[in-house]
């Protein structure tokens, strides 16, 4: 009798402890995260979700992938470096300007008037942006030096215009002597 006594402590015991390992191994492939469990061996609990992987942390109230993107300003940024800021926003600054707290594509970019051109194919006169490279200011007004004179502050329409006393004139089709304009090509005598 005491060996079957002894018999049956071990099977009790010998049961007892493969639940115990069972459960024991069952709680480590399983572990709570928000509202379901993970596997710790090939998966990561990042604000009580489940991602696959390994490799997942927290920047600030965002999850993201450590091997693929970087934790910037509290941002999780794709690659393996943060960029700089501008504004509310990261940019390039090998390929974007930053003006006014806004990212621009390009390099060569200003501020007219308070707002951003760029200088590649925009100019800045009078606070006032323009299309084109060639813009002048003339008096309170500006022209395009490509296709327009200024004489005396006054804009003309036509390259070459020349002061003439107090006045301006076109030597293409006009003469100037002695401060004084005439139509057409006049010799002016001394």
């Known amino acids: 009798m005491n060996r079957f006594h002894i018999w049956i402590a071990g099977a009790v015991l010998f049961v007892t402890i493969a639940l ?16 379901s469990c993970y596997d710790p061996s ?5 604000q009580g979700q489940v991602y696959d992987g390994l490799h997942w942390g927290v920047c600030k109230d965002a999850c993201y992938n450590i091997e693929k993107q970087v934790c910037c300003n509290g941002k999780p940024v794709n690659g393996t470096r943060c ?14 300007s930053c003006c006014q707290g806004e990212p621009k594509d390009g390099l060569l970019w200003g501020i007219c008037g308070g707002k951003c051109y760029d200088l590649t194919n ?15 200011k003339c008096g309170d007004t500006c022209y395009n030096k490509n296709n327009q004179s200024c004489c ?3 804009v003309y329409d036509g390259k070459g215009y020349t002061k003439c006393g107090d006045t301006c ?8 002597c002695k401060g004084k304009v005439s139509e057409g090509k006049v010799e002016c005598a001394y």
């Open 83 to 96: 960029l700089p800021t501008c504004g509310d926003s990261f940019y390039n600054p090998i390929t974007q």
């Open 152 to 154: 005396l502050g006054v």
């Open 42 to 46: 090939k998966q990561s609990c990042c």
């Open 169 to 176: 004139y076109n030597p293409k089709t006009e003469s100037c």
């Open 122 to 136: 925009e100019t800045c006169c009078n606070n006032q942006i323009y299309p084109g490279t060639g813009w002048q």
């Open 20 to 35: 115990s390992v069972s459960v024991i191994a069952a709680n480590q492939s399983c572990i709570p995260c928000g509202d």
